[in-house]
Each structure stands twice: as C-alpha cells, then as structure tokens.
C-alpha cells in the first residue's frame, strides 16, 4: 500500500530593511527536519536599493519578490499567502525571528492528529538582551475567541502553522493604517469563522524581543489596537459590549503599569477611565482572576 504524500507547507517571509538578520531566519527554514514538501517565499517591502536581502534570499534557495513601495507587514503575508492557494498549510516567519528543527515537523504533526484544529501555536524562545526565557513559562496562552477579543495571547505569527482550508475561508483584507496589532487580527478572524487552535508546549521558536519591535512603540500599538476594536470586531460579528470589555482590560493594565512605575499622571488618567465604565472595568477584573486561576498568561 502507499503512502500519502506529506503535506505541503509555504513560508512567507517579509522583509525590511532585513538584511542583517534574514539569513539567520532562511537558516532556520533550511534546517528543518520535516520531509514534505516546504515552498519559500521571502518579500521585499519597500527596502530601498542599498539595503535589499535578495542576494541572501537566493542563496539560501528561497523565492524572491519585491514590492516597490512599502505596504506593511500585514498586507506583505496576505499578499505572500495570496500566491499559495493549493499548498495544504501557511506559515509565516519574521526576518529576525528562527525556528528549531523541529517546528515544521511538529506542528504538521499536531495539526494532522487533531483533524479538528484549524491552527497550531508552538511556544517560543524569547531572546532579549542576550538572555533567553521561555515565552509561556508556567502559563499557557488562551486559543479561544472568548480570551482572544479580550487581549491578545500570542506574540509572533512565527509561532503559528496555519491549515489552508481555514485561511481561504478569512478573506482579509490589509486595512490596518497602524502597525502592530496585525498579528492580533489574524487570531481574532481565525476564531470568529470558528477556527480551533491547539497549542505545542514545547519552544520551538527563537523570538527577539528588541527595542526595534513594534510593541514597544506603545502609542502606535494602542491606535493600531484601538482601530481593532472600532473597525474589525463589528466585522468579526464582536458586539458593543465585546468592545467595551477590551476598553475595562485596557483599563485595568494601564491601572497596573501605572503602580509598578509609580506614574500617577498615569494611574489618574485610567482610574478616570474605570469610573466612568464600571462595569467593564469589573468584567475585566473578573477576566484576569480567572487567567490566573487558570494559569492562562
């Protein structure tokens, strides 16, 4: 009897300004252990001429595009995905971020035994400051749509090995004027069409937290957060009170950061904000305690 072909997989890379670090990241891809069939696409987003990766992308035998202008790093995956609509799952890895050997192999693998699973999350090495950490430690992230539109749970899409089937069912679009909550929308959209995740304890990325990424840029996160809620959860078929939870979340977090950094400017400016939305800053209270009841981050 023969055997069923592995899946396939496609990996989107965006690039920009990315040429210091890529090779590290195709590395990683070319040292995979899976033994399907894995296509490699690197695109260039704007990056002007002194500053392109395609010599690296070529060497290390991946495909290459450019785009001439710089569209973002959302609209960059959807446009990357867009050109792989036959292969059976997507990934998508950042320029500065790797993966273990295994990744590939283990989440096809945890994907084609829980045929139910839409998406597989594996947890992560976080890299900063020349110190490593696990990602999730004790905790684990939350897959499901109630803790997702509350805040989100997962970091990096480099984490995430997507099934195609669930993917075309999405129809994203890249309307996201601000950077950093992209990755966030695609969780969301992924469980509002019913979408089901399974997590791999098990670190298989190298995550670099540097002062470059976008969440420490916190005003432009907020904005590009804010304008999920305004404009994507209605969308998404998230209600008015599904938005006003997040905003009682937001709320309790300022209130939090505003204490360990003694910052009262801060903490009056969000104990304005629960006063005046009791309720949902007290849902949002009740949101927290059960993560760690649960042991949800």
Known sequence: MSRSPAPSVAVIIPLYYGRDLVG????S????????????????????EPYRSEQIVREYGADYLRQESNCGVFATRLAGAGRFPHADYL????????????????????????GSADFAVANAWVLAGGSQQTLYGSRRPSLLLEDLKVANQIVSPSQALIRQSAWAHLNLVADLPWPG?????????????GGRGSYVE???VTWRDHPAGSHHARETMRKSEEYVVRQWFPRLGLTAGDQRLYHGRATLDA????????????????GWAAAHHPGAFWRAVRFRWRHRREGII
């Not at 590290?24 to 590395?27: F, K, M, Q, V, W």
């Not at 891809?29 to 002007?48: C, F, K, M, N, W």
């Not at 050997?101 to 829980?114: D, G, K, M, S």
């Open 91 to 114: 990934a998508f890895l950042d320029q500065d971020d790797q993966w273990a050997p295994a990744f590939l192999r283990r989440l096809v693998q945890e994907l084609e035994i829980r």
């Open 24 to 27: 590290e990241a195709l590395r």
């Open 181 to 193: 909550a992209d990755d966030w929308v695609l969780w969301l959209a992924l469980t509002a069409h």
């Open 202 to 204: 098990e670190p298989l």
């Open 29 to 48: 891809v070319r040292e995979q252990d899976y033994g399907g069939p894995v296509s490699v696409l690197a695109i260039e987003d704007g990056t002007p």
């Open 255 to 270: 209130l939090w950061s505003a204490w360990r950094t003694r910052s009262w400017r801060d903490g009056l400016s969000a």
